[in-house]
């Protein structure tokens, strides 16, 4: 089985940062690609950015020059960097991998997400 788990996240004022974390761990081979969604109260989850393990970009289009994603391989981490955050994404952010374990079998993995609050 293999692990996510974020961190990083917090209360923050519009107009600050966030740096948001996600650690993968336990059997792991590879990871391939690997992206962060989040969910807004009341709203369904949506894509917010995706990285290739060649580290190509992509973003929603709220996210282009606000948020950066990358990944450190060494340490199995994924992050998320966000400056100017509005009130509007307030969320739980949560990460999602592709990773493949020794069983040979590529699995979807999932973590519990971290709640980001912006607001005054």
């Known amino acids: 089985q293999a692990q996510l788990v974020e961190s990083g996240g917090g209360l923050v004022q519009p107009g600050g940062s966030l740096r948001l974390s996600c650690a993968a761990s336990?059997?792991?081979?590879?990871?391939?690609?690997m992206r962060w969604f989040r969910q807004a109260p009341g709203m369904q989850r949506e894509f917010v950015a995706h990285?290739?393990?060649?580290?190509?970009?992509d973003y929603e289009d709220f996210a282009k020059d606000r948020f950066t994603i990358s990944r450190d391989d060494t340490k199995n981490v994924l992050y998320l960097q966000m400056n100017d955050l509005r009130p509007e994404d307030t969320a739980v952010y949560s990460c999602?991998?592709?990773?493949?374990?020794?069983?040979?079998?590529?699995?979807?993995?999932w973590g519990q997400g971290t709640r980001v609050t912006v607001s005054s």
């Open positions: 990285i290739t393990p060649s580290g190509t970009t």
């Open positions: 336990g059997d792991i081979v590879r990871i391939n690609d």
């Open positions: 999602n991998a592709q990773i493949l374990q020794s069983t040979g079998w590529t699995v979807n993995s």
